[in-house]
């Protein structure tokens, strides 16, 4: 059977937007780590997000939809978790823990020993001052010009791969016969349980980004947070809209 040309493009769109939601919390998770801090991360937002997934979740299994679904779902949850753990574990638990490090070791070293010098040596402190600060700057220019150059062709890479995995995966589905045409699937009325569920994951979804957005205008930083968690989100959106509007009956 041949396959109409905007069935084609709603499926690899579809498979393409799906594969950037699988893949989008893996480089804040990894920024998280990488920086051994989550102060970036609004804790609300993580909240109102798993709240999302969890509605998500419920609906799939009160609808008895199929079992990847479901797994989707679960693994949603399961990322949520874990960067939710994250975000205590560096936020609350680890200040704590470094805290009491300081205190104890403030102890230890309570004041100066007599034996330490007072002033610095005139001639290391008159050649820092001279050579040290320009040096710095050049040096720190460099680095932040290639660090700059890496990340933006490590994230084309990523989107790339995303792009490349979704095609990919949407092509074996269809050659395989597990992607079907739209008339191929029986139109089955899900419980209204169900649809109330798919309401209110698409409310905490749309609202989820609020807070990080009121957070980020609050401390005027986006720092902490992964440029690439928020491109993927963006080529997910995007290629959903596309394959929606690709599935809508032409005139």
Request: aromatic residues 12%; proline residues 5%; contains cysteine.
């Amino acid at each position: 059977m041949q396959l109409p040309l905007n069935e084609a493009f709603s499926g690899i769109f579809g498979s393409i937007s799906l594969t950037s939601w699988m893949f989008l919390i893996v480089p804040q998770l990894w920024e998280n780590f990488r920086n051994q801090s989550a102060e970036g991360l609004s804790t609300l937002f993580l909240i109102i997000w798993l709240l999302g997934d969890i509605c998500n979740l419920t609906g799939a299994l009160w609808a008895h939809l199929l079992p990847t679904v479901v797994a989707l779902g679960i693994y949603f949850c399961l990322v949520d978790f874990i960067m939710l753990a994250q975000l205590i574990y560096y936020n609350h638990y680890r200040p704590k823990k470094h805290y009491r490090f300081l205190q104890n070791r403030r102890t230890d070293h309570a004041g100066p020993s007599l034996s330490d010098p007072l002033l610095p040596d005139a001639e290391a402190s008159r050649a820092t001052k001279h050579s040290g600060p320009q040096r710095r700057d050049s040096l720190s220019e460099a680095f932040s010009d290639s660090s700059s150059s890496k990340e933006v062709t490590r994230n084309a890479i990523s989107v790339f791969l995303v792009v490349f995995v979704g095609t990919t995966g949407w092509f074996i589905a269809w050659k395989t016969g597990a992607w079907g045409l739209q008339g191929d699937t029986p139109d089955t009325e899900a419980p209204l349980s169900a649809l109330i569920l798919g309401y209110a994951s698409s409310f905490f979804y749309l609202t989820a980004r609020l807070p990080q957005i009121y957070t980020n205008a609050k401390r005027q930083s986006c720092s902490g947070l992964s440029i690439l968690f928020f491109i993927l989100s963006t080529v997910g959106n995007l290629t959903y809209g596309a394959s929606v509007s690709e599935r809508l009956p032409s005139e």
